[in-house]
């Protein structure tokens, strides 16, 4: 069942979402070539108790950080080590807040210094998917239109949806109802069979793309997830709650 959210819980969804957007900000400010990541999640659990809130991921499914920190073609949950970023990574941080018991989610990729022209325009095709997807999460929309218009934009510039990971509802939990694919089908029938959005549902946006295969593997230690084909991936996250007036981002300064 999917969750309607009331107003009062909402507010605290906002103000957590904005913690949460504060932290990534500061976050990004850090990132330079020779840092670990494994250092990046350190400053993040820091500045996550600093604001009064709690790793949300930490301790998720056993997960051992509050970070999570994809580095090329890595897409997502990995886990933050002694690798150091390089000059012409791409580095995908995603990281949950639980700010007085709603939970909020939040990923952005940047690049490691300079970048080569593939790389940015990776970049700047997901993070306009994710705006995209946002504009069709309205009340009376269903869940497919949502993931039909990623899968639309992000083919059209030439790359991949990954198809085995998902958005998700947030709030109470780190994850919650419905499952929200990055890929959708127009056809009348097909959307009018996936949930009807309604306002005060809480959603995890996060399309992922990849410039080659959409298929994925494990990392090594279990954790993470890959491109099978060691392709280059971007991940892009907003946490947004449906209105009556449209989409809300809470995950933003």
């Given at each position: 069942m999917i969750r309607i959210y009331k107003e009062n819980e909402i507010e605290i969804l906002r103000r957590g979402g904005k913690i949460l957007a504060k932290i990534v900000e500061e976050l990004k400010k850090r990132v330079k070539p020779g840092i670990t990541t494994k250092h990046l999640d350190e400053v993040a659990e820091d500045l996550i108790l600093k604001y009064g809130a709690e790793p949300s991921f930490k301790g998720f499914n056993k997960y051992p950080a509050a970070?999570?920190?994809?580095?090329?073609?890595?897409?997502?949950?990995?886990?933050?080590s002694d690798r150091r970023l390089k000059q012409g990574d791409i580095l995908s941080l995603d990281l949950g807040v639980r700010f007085e018991g709603y939970c909020t989610d939040m990923a952005v990729t940047i690049s490691i210094g300079k970048i080569d022209r593939e790389k940015k325009k990776l970049i700047k095709v997901t993070k306009k998917a994710l705006e995209l997807g946002i504009s069709q999460a309205k009340h009376g929309n269903h869940l497919e239109d949502i993931g039909y218009e990623i899968q639309k934009y992000a083919e059209k510039h030439g790359f991949n949806i990954v198809r085995e990971l998902a958005g998700h509802g947030v709030g109470k939990k780190v994850h919650e109802e419905p499952q929200i694919l990055n890929y959708g089908n127009p056809s009348t029938k097909l959307r009018a069979r996936s949930p009807k959005l309604k306002a005060g549902m809480v959603l995890a946006l996060e399309p992922m793309l990849t410039v080659g295969d959409w298929h994925i593997k494990q990392t090594k230690d279990g954790w993470g997830y890959k491109t099978a084909d060691n392709s280059l991936s971007c991940h892009f996250e907003h946490t947004i709650v449906i209105t009556k007036k449209g989409p809300e981002i809470l995950t933003k300064v």
């Open positions: 970070l999570c920190a994809s580095i090329n073609e890595e897409i997502v949950h990995a886990v933050p």
